[in-house]
């Protein structure tokens, strides 16, 4: 309950910087929180999707026959029976690229080629077994590298969505994969590195992993001829609405999503996803239709960018790197989802951390015949700190320089220019860097272990710029009896947004955190939000979120004057409302938007004096020991270091660094989609391993800095990703400094490591 | 599809009947005729323990777990773990300590966690690492679980004593 309207002693700082338990944790831990995986809609029916099972391919017949026939198939569809409900069944946040069923041709192992609607989602399993279909397959291309090159092309014509400007010069391309080609240029690369006195030239690799939400991917469609719900797993509410709204070519206010609890998403809810093809389905089946994926189907939904980074570095006498230029390329599988976004907004800031005065980058999305890629905590940004972190400690080591000090030579301090020429400021990379070494003891003398176990240990340190323009809007509404509701379209799945955004509202109105509801998500009656994606939303829609309840309070003082209270009154807010309309009655209600400022970067060179709002700043060191005898890698110490501004919710903080670190630490050591002529021949949890209980390092510290960030809402910024990006250079480095190894692909299991010590030996392993 | 077979049980304390077919697992025994929904399969396989349900007081793979073979058990699930005013210490520790992000495998873990502390009511950390291997959390918070389990065994020890 808001209590009144002036208490005597403002309790500033009350709200803000506590670790409020979180508001649902009741519902959590009692096994009643609401996903959509296990929601039920009075009425609704099944849906099964029958997949591709080549690469590439041109459909040449679907027999649904069979299935047709089975007791409680309701319908079974293929792309010309959505045709006949939505005349273009192609989807997607940067092209048009995907269709709700395959059309004409298949582009990967995986892609659904047709569904089953059935009364009991066994039968719709069942009828799926009984679809065959009869493709003339094509050769297929699988690496990024080659895709650039290669005679094989994903998609006859590519079709941009329209929504990004620099995409709209693709409209219509023929014969390319190319999805998109970012460049940077600043000062003159070519001249700097014929010239420098140390040329060094890596080349990088990260391989194929995934998200894995423990609630797979699921959606219910329940369409009326005069509107439609979702009841979806999604990321991005208002982005769904709009790309239904776009396929049915109706007005956003007739399509309505609402999004409960997300069994997480790590990037991969984001966009859209089954919500298109559940749509179609319902308007098929004129019923609400279910589509709730199994734990082995979301392999062949999104996945992270594999990639290739080839990264030269021209370094002058002193160790100052003088020119650097980057070359990634960026394995998009046969959709493009998000990709050239990933492939713009990390490719900006692939030269690091560094004050480079000649710097050339060359990001390129591709399009290939595996599962689609996009967004996956880090958005691309995790991949370049691979290679650039690791570029760093292989120069710092030819130069027999100390890594510490070719790091504090080369860093860029606030107030130097980033690669982008903005500014930097609120960029404490230095003393994120210095606090990882405090807690490494860096300084002191290091055991580097003894007989067939070898000590190592390494730190990396990274940047990256907060993805922008984005767009929130915020209500706060105070109830006549003073009790207050914040509607806002941050996604709660898992990072505690609904508290953070509670003790801001706390924090301006007054009142505890723990007394603001914040409505489940649902398009009808929440705002539009960009997307919970990318670090965006603390800052984004905290900005929001604190204007709407600002603009509550300011309206509440209004209210106050209008029925004769006098300055500074105290009065309780429930009477004033009763003064005001006689009884317990009315709202006052508060709104917000924030948009950032925002120049786009120069056509060509990539420069722009604001290229992004906030950056997020990250370091870890590892310490680790080598088997020599297996390659088994052990990390006995894992220190992750980030600046968050202001811990809105320390806790929270502390989880997100924790957990972020811990995911990464699965795709650094031993996750791997293993992908043979196109087919994913791990897709469960019983074939891709994920980081347990006994993954957990022996010594893990958490640690945040609070560098106020100064536009930021109560100086805070977003920490979601930001501990992901050092964790896999600083055990590689960790590795080389143990036994003079490096390896330059994830993940770095023991047979990486073993297959390394014996070429290293003189001893190379066969291939298998 | 088979026919179904009416199956009794004790579901959390009360008899039930429910008509099954062979195929039916427990986790959509509990979610389809009962609404219960705080068992969840993800993997499929047992491996992950968001499924996890006690039978006869065992933990089980509800995921794994033929629906049929519970006729005539007792089955207790998370649901039955906390009152209109009061949770049970394991789901006051999880809170407390901060023991879950996305919150979707967390029924899983406080059923074993609970189970654990049945057997071992003052675990060391490898007794809980040990137990806790087949839950499988992809937000990470493997450690807040840790600080979790002994806060609720104290918690519990407190209780006992109270």
């Known amino acids: 309950m808001t209590d009144t309207l002036n208490p005597g002693s403002a309790k500033v700082g009350s709200q803000v910087g506590r670790s409020v338990p979180r508001l649902e944790g009741r519902d959590k831990v009692t096994g009643r929180a609401e996903y959509t995986h296990t ?125 990004f400007a620099d995409l ?53 469609a329940d369409y009326k001829d005069t509107h439609v719900t979702l009841y979806d797993s999604s990321q991005g509410p208002s982005f769904v609405r709009t790309e239904i709204a776009r396929l049915l070519g109706w007005p956003e206010n007739k399509v309505r999503i609402k999004v409960p609890y997300l069994g997480s998403g790590y990037g991969s809810k984001l966009y859209i996803k089954l919500e298109a093809l559940a749509l179609a389905l319902s308007m098929i089946a004129r019923k609400p239709v279910k589509v709730a994926y199994t734990f082995e189907e979301m392999f062949y939904q999104i996945t992270r960018h594999p990639s290739t980074f080839r990264i030269k570095s021209g370094v002058d ?90 790091r504090r030579k080369n860093i860029a301090r606030e107030g130097r220019p980033h690669t982008t020429g903005q500014m930097l400021k609120d960029s404490p990379i230095e003393p994120v860097m210095d606090k990882v070494l405090e807690r490494m003891n860096w300084s002191q003398p290091f055991d580097k272990g003894s007989g067939t176990v070898k000590r190592g240990r390494g730190f990396a340190i990274a940047n990256k710029a907060v993805i922008s323009p984005t767009t929130s809007v915020a ?99 429930a009477d004033l409302f009763q003064k005001r309309y006689g009884m317990q009655a009315g709202n006052v209600i508060g709104s917000g938007i924030y ?42 110490k894992l220190i992750n270091v980030v600046d968050c501004g202001k811990a809105i919710n ?33 897709a469960s949890l019983a074939d891709y391993k994920i980081p347990g209980f006994h993954d957990v390092p022996a010594v893990m510290e958490n640690i945040y800095i609070e560098h106020d960030q100064s536009n930021g809402p109560f100086g805070a910024k977003g920490v979601g990703e930001v501990a992901t990006f050092c964790v896999g250079p600083a055990i590689a480095n960790a590795i080389d400094d143990a036994v003079g190894v490096r390896l330059m692909e994830m993940p770095l299991n023991a047979e990486a490591v073993y297959r390394a010590l014996r070429i290293k030996q003189g001893k190379p392993l066969e291939n298998e | 599809m088979t026919a179904a077979r009416t199956i009794t049980f004790k579901l959390n304390g009360a008899p039930v009947t429910a008509d099954v077919k062979p195929h039916h697992n427990l986790v959509e025994l509990l979610q389809t005729h009962f609404g219960l929904t705080g068992a969840r399969e993800s993997c499929g396989q047992g491996l992950c323990g968001c499924c996890t349900v006690v039978v006869n007081g065992k933990a089980v793979s509800g995921c794994l777990y033929l629906a049929l073979f519970v006729d005539g058990a007792e089955v207790t699930t998370v649901e039955s773990l906390d009152t209109r005013d009061k949770l049970s210490p394991v789901q006051e520790a999880f809170i407390e300590a901060s023991a879950f992000q996305c919150g979707y495998c967390t029924p899983g873990f406080i059923m074993m966690v609970t189970q654990l502390l049945d057997q071992h009511p003052d675990p060391s950390d490898d007794q809980i690492k040990h137990y806790l291997t087949g839950n499988l959390c992809r937000c ?5 679980v840790m600080d979790a389990v002994k806060l609720a065994a104290r918690k519990r020890k407190a209780g006992a004593t109270a």
């Open chain 1, 39 to 163: 929601m039920q809609v009075p009425g609704m029916v099944h849906a099964k999707l029958f997949r591709s099972t080549v690469a590439h391919g041109k459909i040449k017949s679907i027999d649904t026959s069979a299935a047709k026939k089975l007791p409680g198939v309701l319908h079974v569809v293929t792309v010309d029976d959505v045709m006949k409900v939505l005349k273009s069944p192609y989807y997607g946040p940067a092209f048009h690229d995907q269709p709700i069923l395959a059309h004409e041709k298949v582009r990967f192992v995986g892609e659904p080629v047709a569904a089953v609607i059935a009364t009991d989602p066994h039968i719709a399993d069942q009828a799926v077994q009984l679809i065959t279909a009869e493709y003339e397959e094509l050769e297929a291309v699988y690496d990024e590298v080659d895709a650039l090159t290669s005679k094989v092309y994903v998609h006859d014509v590519l079709k941009p969505a329209g929504t």
């Open chain 1, 168 to 220: 709209k010069h693709l409209k219509n391309a023929k014969d390319t994969n190319l999805a998109l080609d970012y460049r940077l240029r600043r000062g003159d690369f070519d001249k700097a590195y014929a010239a420098a006195a140390h040329k060094f030239e890596h080349e990088f690799k990260t391989q194929k992993v995934l998200h894995l939400s423990f609630e797979p991917f699921a959606c219910i």
């Open chain 1, 317 to 406: 006498k002193d160790g100052k790197i003088v020119a650097r230029k980057c070359e990634v390329y960026w394995n998009g599988g046969a959709y493009a989802d998000i990709g050239p976004r990933v492939t713009q907004k990390s490719g900006l800031t692939a030269a690091g951390p560094y004050d480079i005065d000649n710097v050339w980058i060359d990001s390129y999305a591709l399009y290939t015949n595996v599962t689609p890629a996009g967004a996956l905590r880090g958005f691309g940004v995790p991949q370049l700190v691979w290679a650039y972190e690791g570029h760093t400690d292989m120069m710092a080591r030819a130069l027999k320089m100390d890594p510490v000090d070719f």
């Open chain 1, 475 to 573: 209500i706060v509404n105070v109830s006549a009896d003073g009790s207050t509701t914040l509607y806002c379209g941050t996604v709660d799945m898992g990072q505690g947004s609904d508290t953070a955004m509670a003790q801001m509202v706390g924090e301006v109105l007054n009142i505890p955190a723990e007394s603001v509801r914040v409505t489940p998500r649902d398009t009808d009656v929440t705002p539009y939000d960009m997307g919970t994606l990318g670090s965006r939303s603390l800052f984004h829609m905290g900005h929001a979120v604190k204007r709407a309840a600002e603009d509550a309070r300011d309206k509440l003082k209004a209210l106050a004057k209008e029925v004769g209270e006098p300055e500074g009154s105290n009065i309780p807010i």
């Open chain 1, 595 to 636: 948009k950032p400022d925002y120049t786009p970067p120069a056509p060509g060179t990539g420069q722009s004096p604001n290229v992004t709002p906030f950056w997020m700043v990250a370091g870890a060191g590892a310490e680790i020991e080598v088997d020599t005898e297996t390659g088994h890698v052990k990390i006995t």
């Open chain 1, 650 to 682: 320390p806790k929270s903080v502390e989880t997100q660094i924790s957990g972020a670190a811990l995911m990464h630490l699965g795709f650094t050591m031993f996750e791997k989609m293993h992908i043979d002529g196109g087919q994913v021949t791990n």
């Open chain 2, 140 to 144: 990470a918070t493997y450690p807040e």
